[in-house]
């Protein structure tokens, strides 16, 4: 989240688009009504009507997969209607930034794009630049080339008779759309957009939120209170894994994963250190170096910032389509593993295309699954369609300590860094993740000691140590607190920075005095700030606040935030060139002549002296943005699997781009397989199940797969509600108990009906007995191509009565 929970209720009018917060999300929607109580609009756009929809001012239902339609043609409305916050938009984004004369756009495919590799050539897209490197402007936004009229010319294409013929949506709902979101473009209002899964787990998931993002900087609702792009997480700490590396192409603090070729650190930080001679410009990752020099220090600490990274792994690219999960579950498939460490997730239900991700698990030689309880992964060889005696992997299940019997952090989506004590005792000889870690770190360390083996340094070098404290038997183990510190990272001698003198093992106070020479750690720079010498702040609970804070929500002591406690993210965009805010009566900072009160300022420097997007390379928030997999503007593209042979807007059906496994079918239009099927979750379970499914009264309350249908398709079909069905797909069918209910409606597409099939994806054949299996034996194995993620959500399926012989 840019912003945080409980600063939606300063919204005047909140989107609720790829998420069904009420239920999924509930103390986020408290402060969503708490808005609505203010007289702030709410509308659910979605492809089924929930408890979201029923407690919004407005439902305005979508096919599953045609957001960016819906989204482009609300770029079309703003731009035509001129409902843009023009001073914001010419001033703080990239609008009147000039294109260079390589860009090109033709029938749905940009410049650079080559049909051998799939893939896209980015210097086609590059700003035209001055002869100091820093790029062209035309503040009047009349140049044919600036970004401004590229978007114009662009987005005119997304007509509201093309959109809402595409996406199902009817020309008056999307007015009602556009009009009420749209009126948020001026100075004193705020307009936000709440999404999650449903925006994400698309082959353009990506492209959904870059969609929406420029909307909010074209209205001015990025930096604001009440405004911002905040992703609802699935999971209490899904924002922590990703801000310490739960992904392949990045390192703890968003740094890149080394590629190979990249010999020397000197190298690494050359490549990926963004330099500009704008004045103006903060551009904030110019510190990569310093950045980079002290999480290497906290990992090896022994050695040099250039010594320890020669011990970092190195990837060939940054490519989703070779490191994410599909192609790695591929490759386990084709038997190129020979073992997997499956950590606190279980593939067999979780994974896109399961019976294949089953299968490839049994071509391992061993695989270690580490839960709280057996569930489809640990189990996987005896599950359906499997033979034991065939099954040559060789299983190994470790029970590990569950949340509330263990201390440390989680971030949550608003990026507070909270801390959590430990409350019973874990069962029996059971540990926690940490000290799991750290056992095998010993062993394996003293294995190379006394076997010695291929390049042990990596291991052997490794400061595991530097997270552990003495426990009463003089041995060194896992502390959550101590590994705190280390985020935070010290200072490793006794050093002078910014005039300021510091003892070695002193805590860094920010991560402003971060270092190149290896005379400060920090596990992640993002966290420097959060345990000083005194204090741990997440543990923070104190709810003291000035008036300017009270007025927007603000308690800044209470726990901490990243980065340095600010709680809104490019807060420097609320305030004009004088540091005075464009919404007074809910300010987020302010200059009063000597100094920014309110927030933590997004840079203490003087209200007109630097360009507010501090993390951006220019300064401005990016309208087009070159640098993703799929083009520099989001464009329209069917699902990998979808009900139509064209749409309206270009001849190029699919992104070129998406992630893929080459030879495996698809459905499109086939008459197989009619139906449009998507995922989501209920309140009752959590992710798979493997933890929800063994509580008694959870299972009495959802106890098996169901599969909701609108009263059109059960009568085109003959189903009764609660009856036995099959949903199938080219992969694979499960059986499920039919749900018909009104709250899903079929599409109209280009005057045909489209009908969908909605099912939740926790169920599995281990628990509870009869529950159903998982949802994903019937999805995709394709997904985004900057991320990876699987298309969850758009996929057809066809659904009839179950018959003997059904799975």
């Known amino acids: 989240m840019t912003n945080h929970w409980n600063d939606l209720q300063n919204s005047d009018c909140i989107l609720i688009m790829g998420s069904n917060a009420a239920e999924n999300h509930p103390i986020s929607f408290k402060w969503a009504v708490k808005a609505q109580k203010r007289g702030a609009k709410i509308i659910h756009v979605d492809p089924r009507f929930t408890r979201t929809s029923a407690r919004s001012d407005a439902y305005i239902p979508l096919r599953s997969g045609t957001d960016i339609a819906v989204l482009g043609g609300m770029i079309n409305y703003l731009i035509k209607n001129k409902r843009y916050f023009h001073k914001y938009m010419v001033d703080y984004t990239n609008a009147s930034f000039i294109v260079g004369k390589d860009f090109d756009f033709k029938d749905g495919l940009f410049s650079g794009f080559d049909s051998k590799t799939n893939s896209y050539d980015k210097s086609k897209w590059a700003f035209e630049v001055d002869d100091k490197g820093i790029p062209k402007q035309d503040k009047s936004l009349q140049d044919p080339n600036c970004v401004f009229q590229i978007l114009k010319k662009h987005y005119a294409r997304y007509t509201p008779e093309k959109v809402s013929s595409i996406s199902g949506v009817s020309v008056k709902d999307l007015e009602l759309l556009y009009d009420t979101y749209t009126a948020t473009g001026k100075p004193n209002k705020a307009g936000t957009i709440m999404y999650a899964m449903g925006w994400t787990q698309h082959s ?69 250190t963004p330099k500009s001679n704008d004045p103006e ?11 980079s020099a002290s999480l290497i220090k906290a990992m090896y600490s022994e050695d040099t910032p250039e010594q320890g990274y020669q011990y970092l792994p190195r990837l060939d690219n ?100 909270q801390w959590r004590y430990k409350g019973p005792d874990a069962f029996g000889d059971v540990m926690t993740d940490g000290h799991y870690f750290h056992e095998i770190w010993e062993e394996l360390k003293a294995l190379y000691e006394k076997e010695g083996g291929a390049y042990p340094e990596p291991i052997t070098h490794l400061s595991f140590d530097n997270m552990c404290e003495e426990n009463d038997h003089g041995h060194m183990e896992f502390s959550a607190r101590k590994t705190a510190k280390l985020c935070n990272g010290w200072f490793t001698r006794d050093v002078e920075v910014k005039g300021k003198k510091f003892k070695k093992g002193q805590q860094v106070p920010s991560f402003a005095y971060l270092q190149t020479d290896g005379s400060t750690t920090s596990g992640n720079w993002l966290y420097c700030n959060s345990v000083t010498d005194d204090e741990n702040k997440s543990m923070r609970h104190d709810a003291s606040q000035t008036k300017e804070q009270a007025n927007i929500g603000l308690f800044p002591n209470w726990t901490w935030c990243w980065p340095v406690n600010r709680r809104i993210l490019y807060n420097r965009a609320s305030v004009d060139e004088k540091g005075q805010p464009w919404a007074p009566k809910k300010a987020v900072i302010k200059w009063n002549g000597s100094k920014w009160i309110g927030d933590v300022p997004d840079g203490g420097w003087k209200p007109g002296t630097r360009h507010p997007f501090i993390m951006r390379k220019n300064g401005f928030g990016q309208l087009y943005g070159p640098g993703r997999a799929d083009g520099p503007l989001p464009e329209y593209y069917e699902p990998l699997e979808c009900p139509v042979k064209t749409h309206p807007f270009s001849k190029t059906l699919h992104n070129p781009t998406a ?37 008694d009264w959870l299972v009495e309350a959802e106890p098996q797969m169901f599969v909701e249908i609108s009263p059109e398709l059960a009568k085109l079909r003959g189903i009764e509600n609660g009856e036995k069905v099959t949903v199938e797909s080219v992969r694979g069918s499960l059986w499920a108990i039919a749900m018909v209910t009104e709250r899903i409606q079929p599409y109209n597409i280009n005057g045909t009906d489209v009908h969908m099939v909605g099912m939740p994806w926790h169920y599995g054949w281990v628990t509870p007995i009869n529950g159903g299996d998982s949802a994903n034996i019937v999805t995709p194995n394709v997904g985004d191509p900057n991320t990876g993620i699987p298309e969850y959500k758009a996929f057809m399926v066809n659904i009839r009565k179950w018959k003997e012989g059904d799975k």
């Not at 992964?377 to 299940?397: A, L």
């Not at 499109?668 to 499914?693: A, I, K, L, N």
Request: glycine fraction near 10%; aromatic fraction near 12%.
């Open 318 to 417: 940054h490519k989703a389509s070779q490191y994410s999960w599909i192609p790695l579950i591929d490759r386990m498939y084709e038997g190129k593993f020979s073992g997997s460490l499956i950590w606190g997730m279980n593939p067999a239900c979780s994974s896109s295309d399961s019976v294949k991700t089953r299968k490839a698990l049994g071509k391992l030689d061993w695989m270690v699954n580490v839960n709280l309880f057996q569930c489809e992964t640990s189990d996987f060889w005896k599950g359906p369609d499997m033979d034991p005696k065939k099954i040559k992997t060789e299983t190994f299940f470790i029970p590990c300590a569950s949340a509330i019997e263990k201390e440390g952090s989680v971030s949550n989506s608003g990026r507070w860094m």
């Open 204 to 272: 353009v998931g990506v492209q959904n939120i870059r969609a929406m993002a420029m909307i909010q900087l074209m209205l001015g609702n990025i930096g604001i209170a009440g405004g911002g792009v905040n992703a609802l997480r699935g999971e209490c700490n899904v924002q922590g894994s990703t801000d310490y590396a739960l992904l392949y192409h990045i390192l703890p603090g968003y740094l890149k994963t080394p590629l190979a070729g990249q010999d020397s650190l000197e190298q690494y930080n050359n490549t990926y």
């Open 659 to 695: 992630v893929q496994i080459k030879g495996e079918e698809k459905a499109v239009c086939d008459p197989r397989f009619p139906f449009v099927g998507t995922t989501y979750r209920v309140t009752e379970h959590w992710q798979t199940g493997s933890m929800t499914r063994w509580q």
């Open 281 to 291: 410009s903060a551009n904030w990752w110019q510190h990569y170096p310093k950045y």
